[in-house]
């Protein structure tokens, strides 16, 4: 049992010291309660130390995502913490779907969540790139062009200067509806996946007494 622990507690090194004693001492109590001594037993039990530790840090990580941010100090999360955050969940959702048995259609579902959380990255990754590529380079030469021609012809070198300012300005409205879409994918996609998790995760007796 004192293997089967301490396997588990080398697995989710990501929670805090304290959310580590806590888990770790939960499931001590439970197996010493069941009478549950063995590494084997404890497995039959509770599945493998990396099935349960995928489990504990998706379980942690969709509460803290539930949260919204730190009640105690009534700061709120930033976007761009949440968006990490809800990226995060979904990673663990993921891992811990896919270290449980689970039969081939739910296994298909999986595939789809994983293909749809990597083309939502790899999506926005090119999208950023794009934008970045073609307006900012636009308006970078376009304002040096400007300033160039004032000096020959300062009509055509503010119209260049316009440009120039013009696109630079579309440069950053483009990453601002990029980065708002970019949230709500995301978001939504956590979403879908904290439902799949939900509805599919296979329970022990000890992990549906430890939620309630």
């Known amino acids: 049992m004192n293997d089967y622990l301490q396997a588990v507690h080398r697995l989710i090194g990501q929670l805090t010291t304290a959310e580590q004693h806590d888990v770790v001492d939960y499931y001590r109590e439970y197996l010493l309660d069941a009478n549950l001594e063995t590494y084997q037993q404890a497995v039959d039990e509770l599945g493998t130390p990396r099935s349960l530790a995928r489990k504990i840090l998706a379980d942690y990580s969709i509460r803290l995502s539930e949260?919204?941010?730190?009640?105690?100090s009534g700061r709120t999360r930033s976007s761009v913490q949440a968006t990490k955050d809800n990226v995060k969940t979904v990673w663990l959702i993921i891992l811990a779907l896919l270290s449980t048995p689970i039969t081939i259609p739910i296994l298909l579902v999986?595939?789809?969540l994983f293909i749809a959380f990597a083309a939502v990255l790899f999506g926005l990754a090119v999208a950023a790139l794009a934008v970045f590529a073609s307006i900012v380079i636009v308006g970078v030469v376009a304002t040096i062009v400007g300033i160039v021609m004032l000096?020959?012809?300062?009509?055509?070198?503010?119209f260049y200067l316009g440009v120039?300012?013009?696109s630079l300005g579309a440069s950053l409205l483009g990453w601002l509806v990029i980065k708002w879409l970019g949230i709500k994918l995301i978001s939504g996609?956590?979403?879908?996946?904290?439902?799949?998790?939900?509805?599919?995760i296979p329970r022990s007796r000890a992990e549906r007494g430890r939620k309630l």
Do not use: E, M
Not at 189 to 200: E, H, N, Q, T, V
């Open 189 to 200: 996609l956590s979403w879908a996946a904290k439902g799949i998790y939900d509805r599919f």
């Open 110 to 112: 999986v595939g789809a």
């Open 164 to 166: 120039g300012c013009l």
């Open 67 to 72: 949260q919204g941010g730190d009640q105690a």
């Open 151 to 158: 000096f020959q012809a300062p009509w055509t070198g503010v």
